[in-house]
C-alpha cells in the first residue's frame, strides 16, 4: 500500500485511475480545480463516487494556488505523484491560449517543485500523442522527435516534458512521462468526438467530421490505460549510474531518472469506421456535416507501445467494438436516453 497524490481526480481520466487504485488498496488523495471548461456537475458526480472510498480524501483548488498546493501536499506526504490534471482540448487551445501556459506550464512547475521537496519515489506526469506534432513517420515511438507541436496545447505539454527532464536530472528526481492516444470510455469528458457523436446520433443532429472523414486514430479504451499507468507506478526510472542491459526500445534519458512511454491500443482506425461502428452500437444513421481539417489537427495518430509491454508485461488490447459498447450503455444509463 501506497499513499498516491493525483493531481485531476475529478476528471476523466483521474477518475478511473484513482478508483483502479483505491481497489489496489492504495490511500488516495486527490487535487482538482473542477473548472467549467465541461459539465461541473459531471466532475462533482465522480469526486462524489471516489468520496465513498474510506481510502480517498480530496482537495478542491486551482495547481496555480502555490500555496494551497505545497500545504496539502506536504500534510498528505505521499510516496509517489501522479500528475494528471491540465487544460485539455487541442481545438479549446486555438482560441483559449493562457489558460494553456498558466495551468500546464506554471501549475506543472508547482507540482515538480512539490515532488522535488517531498523527495517522492516516483512522479509519473501525463503528456500526450499531441506532441508528436508533424511527425509523418508512423507508428510513434518514444524515441520519436518531437520539435514540430503543432499546437498551443502540444507545446505545453512538450514543455512540461523538457521541464520534468532538467528536474530528474538535476536533483535526481525519477520521472515517467506517459503519452496518451485518444482515450474514450464511461464517464467521458462530452467535449470529445466520441462523447458527442453519441449525443448528435440519438437526438439526430448532424455531427461535425473533419477532413471530409479522412483521419486516422489510435482508439484507447480508459481502462486500458488506467491499467498501464497502475502498472507503471512501481517501476521509478533509475539514475544513469544504477543501470543493467539496456531495454530495446527504451526511452530513458542517457543523464536522468527519465522515461517517456506511449500507452496506446497500438492500431490506427480510419474515422468513417468508427462512426460506423456507434452507429450499430446506437442504432440509428448518423448525419454527417464533412468539413475541411481543423487547424492544429493531424490526418493520424497510431502509437507503438512495445515498450510499455517490455516494461510491465501489459499491452493495451480492448477491441474497439466492446470498449465503445460500454460507453453507449453508460451514456443511456447515466442521461437515461
Known amino acids: 500500500m501506497q499513499k498516491i497524490f493525483i493531481t485531476g481526480t475529478a476528471g476523466f481520466i483521474g477518475f478511473h485511475l484513482a478508483r483502479h487504485l483505491l481497489a489496489a488498496g492504495h490511500r488516495i488523495h486527490g487535487y482538482d480545480g473542477i473548472t467549467s471548461y465541461y459539465d461541473v456537475t459531471l466532475k462533482q458526480k465522480r469526486h462524489g463516487i471516489l468520496l465513498q472510498s474510506p481510502g480517498f480524501t480530496a482537495t478542491e483548488a486551482m495547481l496555480e494556488d502555490l500555496a494551497t498546493l505545497d500545504r496539502v501536499a506536504d500534510d498528505f506526504a505521499p510516496d509517489v505523484i501522479i500528475h494528471l490534471a491540465a487544460q485539455a482540448g487541442v481545438r479549446h487551445s486555438l482560441t483559449h491560449p493562457r489558460s494553456y501556459i498558466e495551468t500546464n506550464f506554471v501549475g506543472s512547475f508547482n507540482v515538480l517543485e512539490a515532488a522535488k521537496r517531498l523527495g517522492v519515489k516516483h512522479l509519473l506526469i501525463a503528456s500526450t500523442s499531441s506532441v508528436y506534432g508533424a511527425n509523418p513517420e508512423m507508428p510513434f515511438h518514444e524515441t520519436d522527435r518531437t520539435d514540430a507541436p503543432l499546437t498551443v496545447y502540444a507545446a505545453t505539454k512538450k514543455a512540461v516534458e523538457a521541464l520534468a527532464h532538467s528536474h530528474a536530472h538535476l536533483w535526481g528526481l525519477p520521472v515517467t512521462l506517459f503519452r496518451f492516444f485518444t482515450v474514450y470510455g464511461s464517464w467521458g469528458r462530452p467535449d470529445l468526438a466520441y462523447f458527442k457523436f453519441v449525443d448528435a446520433i440519438l437526438h439526430g443532429r448532424p455531427i461535425d467530421v473533419y477532413n471530409h472523414g479522412e483521419l486516422w486514430r489510435d482508439f484507447t479504451d480508459v481502462?486500458?490505460?488506467?491499467?498501464?499507468?497502475?502498472?507503471?507506478?512501481?517501476?521509478?526510472?533509475?539514475?544513469?549510474?544504477?543501470?543493467?542491459?539496456?531495454?530495446?526500445?527504451?526511452?530513458?534519458?542517457?543523464?536522468?531518472?527519465?522515461?517517456?512511454?506511449?500507452?496506446?491500443?497500438?492500431?490506427?482506425?480510419?474515422?468513417?469506421?468508427?462512426?460506423?461502428?456507434?452507429?450499430?452500437?446506437?442504432?440509428?444513421?448518423?448525419?454527417?456535416?464533412?468539413?475541411?481539417?481543423?487547424?492544429?489537427?493531424?490526418?493520424?495518430?497510431?502509437?507503438?507501445?512495445?515498450l510499455l509491454e517490455r516494461l510491465t508485461g501489459f499491452r493495451p488490447n480492448t477491441d474497439l467494438r466492446t470498449g465503445l459498447a460500454r460507453f453507449v450503455d453508460w451514456y443511456r444509463d447515466y442521461y437515461r436516453v
Not at 245 to 274: C, Q, W
Not at 285 to 301: R, S, Y
Request: glycine share 8%.
Open 223 to 306: 481502462q486500458d490505460l488506467v491499467e498501464g499507468v497502475a502498472r507503471l507506478v512501481p517501476l521509478a526510472p533509475p539514475a544513469p549510474t544504477a543501470r543493467g542491459t539496456a531495454l530495446e526500445g527504451d526511452s530513458l534519458s542517457a543523464v536522468a531518472p527519465y522515461r517517456i512511454v506511449n500507452i496506446g491500443n497500438s492500431d490506427k482506425v480510419h474515422l468513417m469506421e468508427f462512426i460506423r461502428t456507434l452507429e450499430e452500437l446506437v442504432g440509428r444513421k448518423a448525419v454527417c456535416n464533412f468539413l475541411p481539417m481543423q487547424p492544429g489537427d493531424v490526418p493520424a495518430t497510431w502509437a507503438d507501445c512495445a
